[in-house]
């Protein structure tokens, strides 16, 4: 019973994680293609009124994969190290440029590319280390026994690329809702393309999972129906952006409309591939069973992390729902930008 409410407490920080990071990454990736200074200015704005709060939720999954799983953890850490090292080092990066830039009336122009660049690193860097894990895990007596490059392979590029260009899509969802403009209208042609070719990359990702070591399991008539079913609900939402992306007429709520299919679509597809897997953590055989820790740490630890969820969905929830609507531009134009967003109720 506690392996499977850690197991949970990790797949909510996990979807978490991905559909409101993944946005704000997909942001920073989408402004390198601006080429006004001004609109990637904005971009990172967009970007500096709740990044911090959806980078909780990657923290908080390594706590919980470390105290729920410390087996699963020291086996993953070493094998994963180069391109964890990477990505943090990006996210570090990223976090000061969207504070330099913020903080400045005329930010310089090489911290809106590190922040672009980082963002493209980070994207790339998460994909590339979850693709990593559809390798064999190397253990002697418990201890990971592999190379710092055994693990990588044509798998782990794949889901490198197919996580960018997912974050990028849902960025484009993100900035066609939240702004104005030739902006939204950039946004919304920009992301009719680029949440097609993630659907794409996405879906031959799904199909080359069965050519690693972590192929989908769906033996059993539960599992098989509960896998397709969700993907039925990521092809709805996948719909649901394709329809709505390209319109470029302002309505109440049609803008909202993308960005809500393509994190349905996420949503889905993590739950998909989840239960396919269940209950294998790392291939070819590292179980929940095998790799939890011991019950009163697993109690202990669960109540620590218990008070934080709430903790951090209040500030997601108060941090979006406080700078909810377009985004307006003030008329003085020497303000600072971060101080132009403002909530409004179209």
């Given at each position: 019973?506690?392996q499977?409410?850690?197991?949970?407490?990790?797949?909510?920080?996990?979807?978490l994680y991905?559909?409101l990071d993944?946005?704000?990454l997909g942001?920073?990736?989408g402004?390198?293609?601006?080429?006004?200074?001004?609109?990637?200015v904005?971009?990172?704005e967009?970007?500096?009124t709740?990044w911090?709060?959806n980078?909780?939720w990657?923290?908080?999954?390594?706590?919980a994969?470390w105290g729920?799983f410390?087996?699963a953890?020291?086996a993953?850490?070493?094998?994963?190290?180069?391109?964890?090292?990477?990505?943090?080092?990006?996210l570090?990066?990223?976090g000061?440029?969207?504070?330099f830039?913020?903080?400045?009336?005329?930010?310089?122009?090489?911290w809106l590319?590190?922040?672009?660049?980082?963002s493209?690193?980070?994207?790339?860097g998460?994909?590339f280390?979850l693709?990593?894990l559809?390798?064999?895990?190397?253990?002697v007596?418990?201890?990971y026994a592999?190379?710092?490059?055994?693990?990588?392979?044509?798998y782990s590029?794949?889901?490198g690329?197919?996580v960018?260009?997912?974050?990028t899509?849902?960025?484009?969802?993100?900035?066609?809702?939240?702004?104005?403009?030739?902006l939204r209208l950039?946004a919304?042609?920009?992301?009719?393309?680029?949440?097609?070719?993630?659907?794409?990359?996405g879906v031959?990702?799904l199909?080359?999972?069965?050519a690693?070591?972590?192929?989908?399991?769906?033996?059993?008539p539960?599992?098989?129906?509960?896998?397709?079913?969700?993907?039925?609900?990521a092809?709805?939402?996948?719909v649901?952006?394709?329809?709505?992306?390209?319109?470029?007429?302002?309505t109440?709520?049609?803008?909202?409309?993308?960005?809500?299919?393509?994190?349905l679509?996420?949503i889905?597809?993590?739950?998909?591939f989840?239960?396919a897997?269940?209950?294998?953590?790392?291939?070819?055989?590292?179980?929940?069973?095998a790799a939890q820790?011991?019950?009163?740490?697993?109690?202990?630890?669960?109540?620590?992390?218990?008070?934080?969820?709430?903790?951090i969905?209040?500030y997601?929830?108060f941090?979006?729902?406080?700078?909810?609507?377009?985004?307006?531009?003030p008329?003085?134009?020497?303000?600072?930008l971060e101080?132009?967003?403002?909530?409004?109720?179209?």
């Amino acid at each position: 019973m506690m392996q499977t409410i850690w197991f949970l407490v990790i797949l909510l920080c996990l979807t978490l994680y991905v559909a409101l990071d993944g946005y704000d990454l997909g942001i920073g990736i989408g402004s390198l293609f601006e080429r006004s200074r001004k609109d990637r200015v904005e971009s990172v704005e967009l970007v500096a009124t709740a990044w911090d709060g959806n980078e909780s939720w990657l923290i908080l999954l390594a706590v919980a994969l470390w105290g729920g799983f410390p087996v699963a953890f020291g086996a993953i850490l070493p094998d994963l190290f180069l391109p964890l090292i990477v990505t943090l080092f990006a996210l570090v990066l990223r976090g000061a440029s969207v504070e330099f830039i913020s903080q400045s009336r005329n930010p310089r122009g090489i911290w809106l590319w590190i922040f672009g660049g980082s963002s493209l690193v980070a994207a790339f860097g998460q994909g590339f280390a979850l693709g990593t894990l559809t390798s064999p895990l190397h253990l002697v007596n418990g201890a990971y026994a592999g190379t710092a490059f055994g693990a990588f392979s044509w798998y782990s590029v794949l889901m490198g690329v197919t996580v960018a260009l997912g974050y990028t899509a849902l960025g484009y969802g993100y900035v066609k809702m939240k702004t104005e403009g030739g902006l939204r209208l950039r946004a919304a042609a920009r992301g009719s393309v680029v949440a097609l070719v993630a659907i794409v990359f996405g879906v031959i990702s799904l199909i080359g999972i069965n050519a690693t070591a972590a192929p989908l399991n769906l033996s059993t008539p539960g599992r098989a129906i509960a896998f397709w079913a969700l993907l039925v609900f990521a092809l709805a939402g996948a719909v649901m952006a394709a329809i709505t992306f390209g319109r470029t007429r302002t309505t109440r709520n049609a803008d909202v409309l993308p960005f809500a299919g393509l994190v349905l679509m996420t949503i889905a597809v993590i739950f998909a591939f989840t239960i396919a897997r269940y209950p294998v953590l790392v291939p070819p055989e590292l179980t929940l069973t095998a790799a939890q820790g011991p019950r009163n740490t697993m109690v202990f630890l669960l109540v620590g992390i218990g008070l934080n969820i709430p903790l951090i969905l209040f500030y997601t929830w108060f941090a979006h729902r406080t700078f909810s609507g377009k985004r307006v531009h003030p008329h003085n134009g020497s303000a600072p930008l971060e101080a132009a967003i403002i909530g409004s109720s179209k």
